[in-house]
């Protein structure tokens, strides 16, 4: 897959998402306009969305390479914070039959900050836009199920691979997730997210396995996959 089908809406989430793709234009904007409006009004209206689908889709198949080694098929998939879902599109193009989980935020933050957040408040995500891009991409309605953090009763069932890119322990804290973790994973279960404190994970799980260093990002971070809760 070269580029995915992204609508004009869903490629200025993408682009809130990931920062990265924020044009040196539109970032010189952020700086002379504020936050606000970055959020508000240019993000909204200042976007290429076939560059971006470009750039996204290319982006999130650097990722999927990262994931190799622990993808298959038929596997029953948990994604925390998947922003509008590149990767999990691109695993379900790559691999057969696997289910997909999400759960997410389901508003955009007035002033999106990239920072640590103690609360848990930031969030830039829209849960119809995320199921919109599922569809228009490739994934089968029977085959994913989204839930909102904030409102929603979490699944309960256990899953093969959990995954959380720049999100969990990345934006904010793993204990908003640690004690249902705890109840969804089996001692087979692989989990995989992006800390700022990756040595800490050696006190909560028995196998902690470092697979990419970002040095460029929001913070430094450290991409680890993790197995059996201590
Ligand atoms: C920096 S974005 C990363 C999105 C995507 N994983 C990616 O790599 O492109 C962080 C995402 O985490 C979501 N988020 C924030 N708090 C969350 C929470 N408690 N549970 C699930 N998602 C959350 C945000 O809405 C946002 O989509």
Redesign the pocket.
Known sequence: MKSFHLGKDTAR??VL???EMISPTLKKIRKLFGRYLFTNFFSKNFIDTQNISKKYCE??NN?LYTFNNYLNNDLNIL??????G??EVLINANFKGSKFTF???NYISKKVK?GW?NK?F????NIKLLEKFLIENGINNQDFDIFD?DYDVLPKRKFDLIT?????D???DFS??SEYLKKICSDETIIIFDTIRAEHFKNVFQNVDIIKEDNNTVHKSKRIVCKKFK
């Open positions: 989430l993408a998402q990931r920062s982006i999130m990722e994604s925390i914070g998947s922003g509008i590149g990767l759960i997410e935020k990239y957040d848990n930031e969030a830039y995500n953090f959380s890119l720049y999100s969990l990345y934006h904010y908003f997730y």
